[in-house]
T-cell receptor
Framework: AQKVTQAQTEISVVEKEDVTLDCVYETRDTTYYLFWYKQPPSGELVFLIRRNSFDEQNEISGRYSWNFQKSTSSFNFTITASQVVDSAVYFCALTYGGATNKLIFGTGTLLAVQP | DSGVTQTPKHLITATGQRVTLRCSPRSGDLSVYWYQQSLDQGLQFLIQYYNGEERAKGNILERFSAQQFPDLHSELNLSSLELGDSALYFC???????????????FGPGTRLLVL
């Protein structure tokens, strides 16, 4: 079965701290795609990154970086020098090579960045 | 702004009623998806349409139905509403290249439904 686990329900940090959000996935497919979405307090879901199962290169975008490790089935997300505007719920999600693009979401991690 | 629009933004109704949620995908996107976000179930896939045809069904109740019109906008119809249907309903769209799994879905702002 396909599953995404975000074990961290809530994380609280002080501004400028680095923080890592964990994501562990399960799938039997060899081709799959992993995503991170951000849901700020306003409620919309904002796409952050997509990574396919054949590309284990880490990615950095400004203060955001992602570490994909197939050996541990993890796709972790690090925010460097966190800011108050980073406060949101972050979702990790998975799609796989079935007949659909349906996203399987984790339960989300609420990140609170205190000033 | 993702380019996906949803109306209305908020909806308050009573049990037993029927409502229609509307979604316009990003320009050029052929696939539309509906998701439900509730406190107890989290984010759950409901249904996907591709160019007017149903492509996949998830945990969608029989009381719920959807369609995608020739202009590619989609509607989600919820009937015989119950208290437990209160949730945030998202629409998402993607290009619809036909290659399953690889497309990025862009989400609308959601419709917050409250059933009293």
């Amino acid at each position: 079965a396909q599953k995404v686990t975000q074990a961290q329900t809530e994380i609280s940090v002080v501004e400028k701290e680095d923080v890592t959000l964990d994501c562990v996935y399960e799938t039997r497919d060899t081709t799959y795609y992993l995503f991170w979405y951000k849901q700020p307090p306003s409620g919309e879901l904002v796409f952050l990154i997509r990574r396919n199962s054949f590309d284990e290169q880490n990615e950095i975008s400004g203060r955001y970086s992602w570490n994909f490790q197939k050996s541990t089935s993890s796709f972790n997300f690090t925010i460097t020098a966190s800011q108050v505007v980073d406060s949101a719920v972050y979702f990790c999600a998975l799609t796989y090579g079935g007949a659909t693009n349906k996203l399987i979401f984790g339960t989300g991690t609420l990140l609170a960045v205190q000033p | 702004d993702s380019g996906v629009t949803q109306t209305p933004k908020h909806l308050i109704t009573a049990t037993g009623q029927r409502v229609t949620l509307r979604c316009s995908p990003r320009s050029g996107d052929l696939s539309v998806y509906w998701y439900q976000q509730s406190l107890d179930q989290g984010l759950q896939f409901l249904i996907q349409y591709y160019n007017g045809e149903e492509r996949a069904k998830g945990n969608i109740l029989e009381r719920f139905s959807a369609q995608q019109f020739p202009d590619l906008h989609s509607e989600l119809n919820l009937s015989s509403l119950e208290l437990g249907d209160s949730a945030l309903y998202f629409c998402a769209s993607s290009v619809g290249s036909g290659v399953p799994g690889q497309e990025t879905q862009y989400f609308g702002p959601g419709t917050r439904l409250l059933v009293l």
